[in-house]
């Protein structure tokens, strides 16, 4: 891995709505050298909501540039027996953000109005995203108890939020990767979580059919500080 870190911060309060998806759905986005990842005999897309803090770009912290919140589509893939993830759509507030990451490493990033709301009581916290990219709305929340858990290796919550390696391609269709390194993250248990949006508009087509189903489980990580290694 390289010593080289591109990106550190802080990722809190991380909501995951994690679907079950046909594999034809995501064969078309698998970047070269890799193969998609099952839980539970099946391929899965998860939403995820969380907020990006005391953020730093190559050792800078850029002012107006700290603190905001991501809503992202992903996928889990396996590259030589590693297990990662890959990105639909990555959404963000701020549009330096969006032409760095497309401009200098392809991520699917785009701006779109967005606001997020955490609070907590002695027994309980709740966090809310929103974004606006059109005439399209995405709202999400989840509310748990306020006693974080560290879940099994072997859980379901441990598949969906434990991943070093993040993969993606560049403009010519090769294949990049990175390491995202953070202490495994606790969750809080889930009391209700609920999501609204217009998959089609947001994601296109093929995601149009999650707009009649349920999410297989939603996961509430309480999160860390991060960094991000841009790999040799």
């Known amino acids: 891995m390289s010593s080289f870190v591109f990106l550190s911060a802080e990722w809190k309060h991380l909501i995951l709505f994690n679907y079950k998806v046909p594999e034809k759905v995501l064969i078309p986005h698998l970047p070269p050298e890799c193969e998609l990842d099952y839980f539970d005999g099946s391929p899965f897309v998860s939403l995820v909501g969380f907020q990006f803090l005391r953020t730093r770009v190559l050792g800078i912290k850029w002012p107006f540039y700290t603190n905001f919140s991501e809503i992202n589509l992903r996928f889990y893939i396996r590259h030589k027996g590693e297990r990662g993830v890959c990105f639909i759509r990555e959404y963000v507030p701020k549009i330096l953000i969006t032409a760095i990451a497309r401009g200098l490493y392809n991520e699917p990033y785009k701006t779109a109005a967005m606001q997020d709301t955490v609070s907590y009581s002695p027994k309980h916290v709740r966090a809310e995203y929103t974004l606006q990219d059109g005439n399209s709305n995405l709202q999400m929340f989840a509310e748990g108890k306020n006693w974080p858990t560290m879940p099994t290796e072997d859980s379901m919550e441990?598949?969906?939020?434990?991943?070093?390696?993040?993969?993606?391609?560049?403009?010519?269709?090769?294949?990049?990767?990175?390491?995202?390194?953070?202490?495994?993250?606790?969750?809080?248990?889930?009391?209700?979580?609920?999501?609204?949006?217009?998959?089609?508009?947001?994601?296109?087509?093929?995601?149009?059919?999650?707009?009649?189903?349920?999410?297989?489980?939603?996961?509430?990580?309480?999160?860390?500080?991060?960094?991000?290694?841009?790999?040799?």
Do not use: M
């Open 158 to 232: 441990h598949f969906f939020k434990e991943h070093e390696l993040g993969v993606g391609q560049d403009k010519n269709g090769n294949l990049l990767k990175y390491t995202v390194w953070h202490p495994h993250w606790n969750i809080f248990p889930v009391t209700n979580a609920k999501t609204s949006l217009d998959w089609e508009l947001l994601y296109g087509k093929p995601f149009s059919f999650l707009a009649r189903e349920d999410p297989y489980s939603v996961c509430f990580a309480e999160g860390s500080e991060i960094k991000v290694y841009f790999k040799d």
